[in-house]
């Protein structure tokens, strides 16, 4: 059974900094690309960012690009996403997903049940 | 940036009724289209990838179709387990991008 498991702190304050992990099986987790995905309290889906299966391909949404960084742990079956100087706004339940090939770009045929994130003073 | 607009943003429906959604691309993106369903606390589950391909166990019941801009999904058969958001999202450019999503009530 494909399993995914988003993990890390749940609070921070305005300008701080975050990493979070997400930790895959019953899959071959180095042959998928991985994604993060934010969902902001009663919003939609906002895509963040990817990595390709190696590690060597990463890929940004605009706004985040500088703030938010993905990377990977093969050895690990470890998905990381390190967020800085964090806002308000960025408050939001993030997912982890994995891609059902190595192109970047989806389908996102498997989700983490999610982590709420909450940026607040 | 596309911009994915889906309608209706809600609908309600009746047991067993057929239902559907549009959502449209603010440019071309050919069948670069999937539909996901997130049913409420819950996160959200592939429906239908490339446009018309069911996602793993999917009922037969969901349908997708269009192309270029303009796409459909459609639910056959309604049934109480179909209560959900359902969100499109395209795949053609970066960044990938999700329609704001239509919520289902039943």
């Known amino acids: 059974e494909v399993q995914l498991l988003e993990s890390g702190e749940n609070f921070v304050q305005p300008g701080g900094s975050l990493r979070l992990s997400c930790v895959g099986s019953g899959f071959s987790f180095s042959r998928y690309a991985l994604t993060w995905i934010r969902q902001s309290p009663g919003k939609g889906l906002e895509w963040l960012s990817s990595?390709?299966?190696?590690?060597?391909?990463?890929v940004y949404a605009d706004s985040e690009t500088g703030r938010f960084s993905i990377s990977r742990d093969n050895s690990k079956n470890t998905l990381y996403l390190e967020m800085k100087s964090l806002k308000v706004e960025d408050t939001a339940v993030y997912y982890c997903?994995?891609?059902?090939?190595?192109?970047?770009?989806?389908?996102?045929?498997?989700w983490g049940q999610g982590i709420l994130v909450t940026v607040s003073s | 940036d596309i911009q994915m607009t889906q309608s209706p943003s809600s609908l309600s429906a009746s047991l067993g009724d057929r239902v559907t959604i549009t959502c449209q691309a603010s440019?071309?993106?050919?069948?670069?289209l999937n539909w996901y369903q997130q049913k409420p606390g819950q996160s959200p589950k592939l429906l239908i990838f490339?446009?018309?391909n069911l996602g793993p166990g999917v009922p037969p019941r969901f349908s997708g179709g269009g192309s270029g801009t303009d796409f459909t999904l459609s639910i056959s058969n309604l049934r109480p387990e179909d209560l959900a958001t359902y969100y499109c999202?395209?795949?053609?450019?970066?960044?990938?991008?999700f329609g704001q999503g239509t919520r289902l009530a039943i």
């Open positions: 999202q395209q795949y053609d450019r970066v960044p990938i991008t």
């Open positions: 997903a994995k891609e059902d090939d190595d192109l970047l770009t989806g389908p996102f045929d498997y």
């Open positions: 990595v390709s299966a190696s590690g060597g391909t990463t």
């Open positions: 490339d446009v018309s």
């Open positions: 440019q071309d993106i050919t069948n670069h």
